[in-house]
């Protein structure tokens, strides 16, 4: 069917940074030995939206969409950039994002869609989404002839694929327009999703910084806090880059590779030792 847009389509413009994920512990090998010990924190300055219907729309640097919702459809058309949805569900009105001529379709999920110059770029970060071709824009004088026609074969339609959580869609645009007969799905690695959605997050950077002042930082952004048990920790620098709500991923970090051991209270507390 045909769907008339907005006269005065709503476009939404937003700015945000990301940075490459990094971390290094140190017990004083810094190449600024006479630094002040110290950490500073990047917000995120991705714009967040809220349609009529309660879905959340982040948009990513110099991004733009344009919703157009009716009675039985919620319709958004990413017209540049990057946004991740947090869909809310209705089964009743499906919700859809266009992406040049990609459709991803779902009830109530959440994904990131990128344009790139080449590609259209989708991530599922949670439930499962349908991709499928936009339909073309058909004229009732073309029904008409389509109408009187003899009957013809099929037209080739790529299959529709679906994509689930922890995979990337991705859809070559040249030399056309994008079309699912060029597409990939892949699966996505929990680190490289990280980095992926890094822009929507605020960042904490330590520059020789005492592992009582990070945890101070990470408590500051989680409801999940650090206790330091062990005074053999207090004295310990860190640095690098780490995104302010991955609070498992720093104790990964110290675990991983830092004599540290995490010992968890409850749902919201972990202690930090130094191992034995």
């Given at each position: ?165 922890g995979e990337r869609l991705v859809v070559d645009s040249t030399p056309a327009a994008p079309d699912l ?33 990070a945890v101070a930082a990470f408590n500051r952004f989680n409801r999940h806090q650090l206790t330091i ?8 620098r860190l640095g690098g880059a780490f995104q302010a709500d991955n609070v498992d991923g720093f104790i ?25």
């Amino acid at each position: 069917s045909v769907r008339r847009r907005a006269r005065h389509p709503w476009l939404f413009g937003a700015l945000a940074a990301g940075l490459a994920i990094a971390a290094f512990w140190s017990a004083g090998v810094f190449p600024r030995p006479n630094a002040a010990p110290t950490y500073r924190v990047i917000p995120s300055h991705a714009q967040q939206l809220t349609l009529a219907d309660g879905t959340v729309v982040e948009l990513n640097a110099n991004s733009a969409v344009e919703p157009a919702f009716t009675a039985h459809e919620r319709r958004v058309r990413l017209i540049r950039g990057e946004a991740h949805f947090a869909v809310v569900k209705d089964s009743a009105r499906p919700f859809v994002v266009e992406a040049r001529s990609i459709a991803v379709r779902a009830v109530g999920t959440a994904f990131n869609v990128r344009l790139d110059s080449a590609a259209v770029q989708l991530l599922v970060t949670e439930g499962k989404v349908r991709v499928e071709n936009v339909a073309p824009l058909v004229t009732a004088s073309d029904a008409l002839v389509d109408s009187l026609a003899a009957p013809m074969a099929p037209a080739n339609v790529a299959a529709t694929p679906f994509v689930t959580a922890g995979e990337r869609l991705v859809v070559d645009s040249t030399p056309a327009a994008p079309d699912l007969s060029r597409a990939r799905v892949e699966a996505v690695l929990p680190e490289e999703l990280e980095r992926s959605l890094a822009w929507k997050r605020p960042q904490l950077v330590f520059d020789r910084t005492p592992l009582p002042e990070a945890v101070a930082a990470f408590n500051r952004f989680n409801r999940h806090q650090l206790t330091i048990g062990d005074g053999a920790l207090a004295k310990r620098r860190l640095g690098g880059a780490f995104q302010a709500d991955n609070v498992d991923g720093f104790i990964h970090v110290l675990e991983s590779g830092f004599d540290v051991i995490a010992e968890r209270r409850g749902a919201d507390e972990t202690v930090l030792r130094q191992s034995r």
